[in-house]
């Protein structure tokens, strides 16, 4: 159905009128920013459109179509379109080359991606989604791709030491969490290289990396798009590479003894998170639910873990962890890091300063231990695990819960899926940070008294007190996803050291929705 017409006055100008039959929600107030504005093209009317009502009387109607991003509720994204029909075939081809050269000038948009897809993420959807809702939106964006199914782990990140990765405006992983990781530190590890920049030392100046990563979520948690679209959605996320979003990201390095073992953007947890993690990659055939089985199974286990943490406070950033406000689109704490991470580079380039600034330490039980350089808000905890984290502003939060009882844990635990303070309870600490260490009491246990190689014969548990729930055995780091062998570990913040097609989570006002002063309204 069309739902616009165009026609020329008798004047010089076009109009706009709605012919929509039912009430029409979009008629006289439908802005379209030309930045959200996905393709426009000519349409071929066929007969039966020819045929109808008020089109008889052209003799030969013209017409195109304009495709946007339409704004739904959550987050959600569309792509909607709206045909403009037109007697006059000179006045209609002015309006699709006007329009198109519009578009030109989003030079921001990119033209030519790289794209990796995992077939086995999640729920094994990956290669449908994208050939289902994403390519055709590609296509009709006249992005061009490069396609790779990935054959196994790490297929993407070795491929992106090899790929000529200048030919690419960005880099598109279908996918979850596991997979944006591989893909991150492919392009991270390679900017290094390429810059000669040794990733095994912690305090090294890493260089940015410019290109662009868009995830396409088909994961099991999908915490990274979650937390910085707003929603998991594949289509939204295809729009918001497709317009050119831009989203700085924090991106922790994590090393041990001058060896570098991963970097993180999303969750490094130790205790609970580390433990279903471990557990969960035994139950991979379960898919996504694999978590919950492994959740409940940790929950019960109730495991403690004794160590020291040190760490340097985050004093640059204006925000805290127990803030109100939330890190949104255009985020003035993110701006603000940005601005001074800008400083910082004119007065010292790429030179690494020397960071005399305090550590503070801290022994303790805990069941969990966990840094977060974004809230990390998914579908199963919408505000996340710290609600107040930044996506840019060169910091994480270190949330320390330490032993209680199963009852208080499992309170905490359900906070995550409401509106009540988790950060409200005697046993949970929260920092926020920018370098942290953490060392077993097991390792260092271990370090002071080599004779003590007993301990390690007794099993898992603590034998003097089988039902104390300590745990002499470590526990592993799940580092986004992934499990780490090391549990002393050496973490630094970089502030925005990469970037997604993405802008952030958008306030939810639906009066936002899209205004702008170059819209196709204004054309007219
Ligand atoms: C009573 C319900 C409480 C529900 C509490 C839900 C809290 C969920 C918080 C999720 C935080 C995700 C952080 C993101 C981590 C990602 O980098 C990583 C890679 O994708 N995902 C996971 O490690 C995957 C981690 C998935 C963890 C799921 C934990 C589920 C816990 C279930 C406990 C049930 C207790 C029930 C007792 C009756
Ligand atoms: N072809 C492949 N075969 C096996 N493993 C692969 C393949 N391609 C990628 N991988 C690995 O699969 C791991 C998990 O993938 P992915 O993150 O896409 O899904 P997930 O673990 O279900 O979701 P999430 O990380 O959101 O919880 C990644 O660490 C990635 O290295
Ligand atoms: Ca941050």
Not at 21 to 45: G, R
Not at 253 to 269: D, E, I
Not at 392 to 416: M, T
């Amino acid at each position: 159905m069309y739902d616009r017409i165009m026609y020329r006055n008798n004047h010089s100008g076009a109009v706009l009128r709605c012919t929509c039959v039912k009430p029409c929600v979009h008629t006289d107030n439908c802005f379209v920013p030309t930045s959200e504005i996905i393709a426009v093209e000519e349409t071929e009317l066929n007969k039966k459109q020819r045929s109808i009502g008020k089109w008889q009387k052209m003799a030969k109607p013209h017409a195109f179509t304009v495709y946007y991003v339409k704004k739904a509720r959550n987050h959600r994204w569309r792509c909607r379109d709206v045909t403009f029909w037109c007697a006059d075939e000179i006045l209609c081809n002015q309006w699709i080359q006007a329009l198109k050269e519009l578009l030109e000038m989003q030079t921001c948009r990119p033209k030519q991606l790289l794209v990796y897809i995992n077939p086995y993420g999640g729920k094994r959807q990956g290669k449908r989604i994208y050939e289902q809702k994403v390519a055709p939106l590609f296509s009709l964006a006249s992005i061009s791709t490069d396609v790779v199914v990935t054959e196994h782990a790490n297929h993407a990140k070795d491929n992106l030491f090899e790929v000529n990765i200048n030919k690419y405006d960005g880099v598109v992983c279908v996918g979850g969490d596991g997979m944006f990781s591989e893909v991150m530190h492919g392009l991270i590890g390679r900017m290094q290289k390429d810059s000669g920049i040794d990733q095994n030392n912690p305090k090294a100046p890493l260089v940015q990396c410019n290109i662009r990563i868009g995830i396409i979520p088909a994961g099991s948690t999908d915490c990274v798009c979650y937390s910085t679209v707003g929603i998991s959605d594949p289509v939204t996320s295809a729009l918001h590479i497709i317009i050119g979003d831009c989203q700085p990201l924090d991106v922790s390095s994590v090393h041990q003894n001058n060896t570098f073992l991963k970097y993180a953007v999303s969750l490094l947890g130790y205790g609970f998170y580390g433990d279903v993690l471990k557990d969960s990659e035994k139950k991979r055939w379960m898919g996504p639910m694999r978590y919950d089985y492994s959740g409940f199974k940790t929950f019960l286990s109730h495991h403690y873990y004794e160590g020291t943490i040190s760490f340097q406070p985050a004093k640059h950033t204006l925000g805290s962890p127990r803030d109100k406000d939330s890190c949104r689109t255009g985020c003035y704490i993110c701006k603000e890091s940005e601005r001074q991470l800008a400083e910082q580079r004119k007065k010292c380039g790429f030179k690494h300063e020397e960071d005399e600034e305090e550590w503070k330490v801290i022994k303790g039980k805990f069941l969990a231990i966990n840094v977060v350089n974004m809230c990390c808000a998914c579908p199963r905890s919408p505000k996340g695990l710290s609600p107040a984290a930044h996506l840019a502003d060169g910091s994480a939060d270190l949330i320390l819960v330490r032993k209680c009882s199963r009852f208080d844990f499992l309170r905490y635990l359900v906070r995550h899926t409401n509106k009540d303070d988790q950060f409200d309870f005697s046993f949970v600490d929260v920092y926020r940070v920018k370098s942290f260490q953490f060392t077993s009491k097991l390792s260092e246990d271990n370090e002071s008294s080599v004779t003590d190689i007993g301990k390690k014969h007794f099993g898992q548990f603590c034998r003097d007190h089988p039902a104390c729930c300590c745990n002499i055995a470590n526990s592993t780091w799940n580092c986004d996803g992934e499990t780490l062998d090391s549990s002393a570990i050496e973490v630094r913040v970089h502030c925005q050291l990469m970037k997604l097609f993405a802008r952030g989570i958008e306030e939810n006002c639906k009066d936002e929705a899209a205004y702008s002063h170059s819209s196709v309204e204004q054309l007219l």
